[in-house]
């Protein structure tokens, strides 16, 4: 007896802005979570700690800007600790979220730029990173990465996940930092094809 045969899967985009970033796209409805993993004034409890912007693009394979992908970053605060389910007390007193997600739709060359806090290292075996999700049409699933920092050199040489890498390749994972006019800022570009293609992970 024949049987019909598997229905291909759809692709995870393109999204519904108003599902996941209503208000970036100015839907009246209020989004769960935004470009802003921490409030207007970085919390007493992370005085010394630098508050930070991430800012870049997604290409295709092609090297052409991806216009309508959503990318979300998940963190660890300063001291190292994640939030929690339920929610992480100290977390939420100092207005850390540590989750934030955006479209690349809205902004000039369709940038996507996030405001938050240096993250901690969690052990000696995990470097400052932040986690890094991308969603958008032609991919199968949520695509997932990570983001570590340019400046944190001698930490980068003892992280077990970064030194599985490639050395060739590690480099796609290093956001480089910048300053202008004040503010500390790191340029993480993402290329999902190509000689530039970025290292994803299989979670």
């Not at 995870?12 to 207007?40: I, K």
């Not at 796609?172 to 970025?198: K, P």
């Amino acid at each position: 007896m024949d049987h019909l045969r598997e229905t291909p899967s759809q692709t995870v985009g393109p999204f519904f802005a108003y599902s996941l970033t209503a208000e970036q796209y100015g839907y009246a409805y209020n989004s769960l979570v935004n470009h802003a993993l921490v409030g207007e004034q970085t919390p007493t409890a992370y005085a010394d700690t630098e508050r930070i912007l991430i800012k870049g693009r997604i290409f295709d394979g092609h090297g052409v800007v991806v216009p309508d992908a959503v990318i979300e970053l998940w963190q660890a605060d300063p001291l190292g600790l994640y939030r929690t389910i339920p929610i992480d007390t100290q977390n939420t007193e100092t207005g850390f979220t540590g989750f934030g997600r955006l479209g690349t739709g809205t902004a000039p060359e369709n940038r996507y730029s996030f405001v938050t806090l240096k993250p901690g290292s969690r052990s000696p075996h995990e470097a400052p990173c932040i986690n890094v999700m991308l969603f958008m049409r032609g991919s199968l699933r949520g695509l997932y990465t990570r983001l570590y920092f340019s400046d944190e050199t001698e930490a980068n040489t003892h992280d077990t996940l970064l030194s599985s890498v490639d050395a060739d390749r590690r480099h796609t994972l290093i956001a480089q930092r910048r300053e202008q006019a004040g503010q500390v800022i790191y340029d993480f570009d993402v290329y999902m094809q190509g000689e530039q293609e970025t290292v994803f992970f299989a979670v």
